[in-house]
């Protein structure tokens, strides 16, 4: 049904890079969640009343906190979608990920009620009522449910919205929840066994543990997280196909995520020392359009001469390297050159640390300049570290 409706209410609905397309697919699977959600609520809302079931009015209000969600979702796509302004030069995309760490608050204290009402019934059993229209409202809600898991994901993976990711582990999460209702349900029927207030208490587990789930997912992009691995390999290889231009080797690619659509990233490359500052910066130039043409980000690059023809600068950044290699874990370096004073020659370079690295960042300072030392000649090591890698 949802393929069907963005086939023919969503303009170029394959142009899913369009900023504009992107918005409407949210739009319209926020307003095909409020419906089916609302549907859902009423049905098992009255199933849970006919039957006295505090487990389906839980799941009941479970569905209704869905509905609420996916408006949630809704007004985020389309506060998403507005354009830059003063104020937010950047757009406003990041909107998206705030609604959805709204909806895993949402579930959260959803999940909380679950609990309370269900510890409620087990203190205060009644027994339930399982007719068959209650019972097929159930089998119907779990259906709907695994349908909208499976349209979230594959819409939300289509468009890499985490928002509609977090809706789709949700209602994965609800079909989880209503299959064991109907399971105590049904148990309660052929059995006479009214394990109805513990069924709820698993109805809240699985509701927590899909907020925790939906919240980790939004507040990563939120508070700043590494670049996918297959967007840095796209990067290196557009870069890296300039090699016989100029363009020698890249570090200190920093990413900047402000929503879907909004990516900004600045990158260091290496280009000879003698090479003409006009040719490269044209050079530059070409790639920085390249990469907002072909990858949607706006790219700052810095150029960083290095010698490519000094024989005692080979040298030294080759015993550096063998310094460096002969340590433990993924040291690398990078920006290497050396400056002859009167007194002394400066070897300086930036070392890139891993986060979880044994040594402290003056440790590996420490080290290394001390087996620099070593070497033949009068030399002061100046090294910056930079943090990376795992």
């Given at each position: 049904?949802?393929?069907?409706?963005?086939?023919?209410?969503?303009?170029?609905?394959?142009?899913?890079?369009?900023p504009?397309?992107?918005?409407?697919?949210?739009?319209l699977?926020?307003?095909?969640?409020?419906?089916?959600?609302?549907?859902?609520?009423?049905?098992?809302?009255?199933?849970?009343?006919?039957?006295?079931?505090?487990?389906?009015?839980?799941?009941?209000?479970?569905?209704?906190?869905d509905?609420?969600?996916?408006?949630?979702?809704?007004?985020?796509?389309?506060?998403?979608?507005?354009?830059?302004?003063?104020?937010?030069?950047?757009?406003?995309g990041?909107?998206?990920?705030?609604?959805?760490?709204?909806?895993?608050?949402?579930?959260?204290?959803?999940?909380?009620?679950?609990?309370?009402?269900?510890?409620?019934?087990?203190?205060?059993?009644?027994?339930?009522?399982?007719?068959?229209?209650?019972i097929?409202?159930?089998?119907v809600?779990?259906?709907?449910?695994?349908?909208?898991?499976?349209?979230?994901?594959?819409?939300?993976?289509?468009?890499?919205?985490?928002?509609?990711?977090?809706?789709?582990?949700?209602?994965?999460?609800?079909?989880l929840?209503?299959?064991?209702?109907?399971?105590?349900?049904?148990?309660?029927?052929?059995?006479?066994?009214?394990?109805?207030?513990?069924?709820?208490?698993?109805?809240?587990?699985?509701?927590?543990?899909?907020?925790?789930?939906?919240?980790?997912?939004?507040?990563?992009?939120?508070?700043?997280?590494?670049?996918?691995?297959?967007?840095v390999?796209?990067?290196?290889?557009?870069?890296?196909?300039?090699?016989?231009?100029?363009?020698?080797?890249?570090?200190?690619?920093?990413v900047?995520?402000?929503?879907?659509?909004?990516?900004?990233?600045?990158?260091?490359?290496?280009?000879?020392?003698?090479?003409?500052?006009?040719?490269?910066?044209?050079?530059?130039?070409?790639?920085?359009?390249?990469?907002?043409?072909?990858?949607?980000?706006?790219?700052?690059?810095h150029?960083?001469?290095?010698?490519?023809?000094?024989?005692?600068?080979?040298?030294?950044?080759?015993?550096?390297?063998?310094?460096?290699?002969?340590?433990?874990g993924?040291?690398?370096?990078?920006?290497?050159?050396?400056?002859?004073?009167?007194?002394?020659?400066?070897?300086?370079?930036?070392?890139?640390?891993?986060?979880?690295?044994?040594?402290?960042?003056?440790?590996?300072?420490?080290?290394?300049?001390?087996?620099?030392?070593?070497?033949?000649?009068?030399?002061?090591v100046?090294?910056?570290?930079?943090?990376?890698?795992?």
């Amino acid at each position: 049904m949802v393929t069907w409706l963005c086939k023919r209410l969503i303009k170029d609905y394959q142009e899913v890079e369009d900023p504009g397309v992107r918005q409407s697919y949210g739009i319209l699977c926020g307003a095909v969640g409020i419906f089916l959600n609302a549907l859902l609520f009423a049905g098992k809302f009255l199933a849970g009343f006919f039957s006295h079931s505090v487990a389906i009015t839980a799941d009941a209000f479970n569905n209704l906190s869905d509905a609420g969600s996916s408006v949630v979702t809704l007004v985020g796509f389309r506060m998403a979608g507005q354009k830059p302004d003063p104020h937010h030069p950047f757009g406003h995309g990041r909107i998206e990920y705030i609604s959805g760490l709204i909806v895993a608050f949402i579930i959260l204290m959803m999940g909380l009620e679950l609990f309370k009402s269900s510890v409620d019934k087990i203190l205060h059993p009644e027994a339930v009522e399982a007719t068959p229209l209650v019972i097929g409202i159930l089998v119907v809600s779990i259906c709907v449910k695994i349908y909208m898991s499976i349209y979230n994901r594959r819409i939300g993976k289509l468009i890499g919205s985490t928002a509609m990711d977090a809706a789709s582990k949700d209602s994965l999460s609800d079909t989880l929840a209503t299959s064991a209702v109907l399971g105590t349900t049904l148990l309660a029927k052929f059995t006479g066994l009214q394990i109805d207030g513990y069924c709820g208490v698993l109805v809240s587990f699985f509701v927590f543990t899909a907020g925790i789930s939906a919240a980790r997912e939004t507040i990563n992009p939120l508070l700043g997280q590494p670049p996918e691995p297959e967007f840095v390999r796209q990067i290196q290889e557009i870069m890296m196909s300039y090699r016989e231009q100029g363009i020698l080797d890249i570090h200190d690619l920093v990413v900047h995520n402000y929503g879907p659509g909004r990516v900004m990233m600045s990158v260091h490359a290496e280009v000879p020392a003698n090479s003409s500052m006009v040719e490269m910066h044209d050079l530059i130039d070409t790639v920085e359009h390249r990469l907002k043409r072909e990858m949607g980000c706006e790219a700052v690059i810095h150029m960083d001469p290095v010698s490519v023809d000094d024989e005692r600068t080979k040298e030294l950044k080759e015993q550096v390297r063998e310094i460096v290699k002969g340590m433990e874990g993924n040291i690398q370096f990078h920006d290497f050159r050396v400056v002859d004073g009167p007194s002394h020659t400066n070897i300086i370079f930036d070392v890139v640390v891993p986060f979880a690295y044994s040594m402290s960042d003056r440790q590996v300072i420490e080290y290394i300049q001390d087996q620099v030392k070593k070497l033949s000649g009068n030399y002061n090591v100046v090294i910056d570290v930079d943090k990376g890698g795992n």
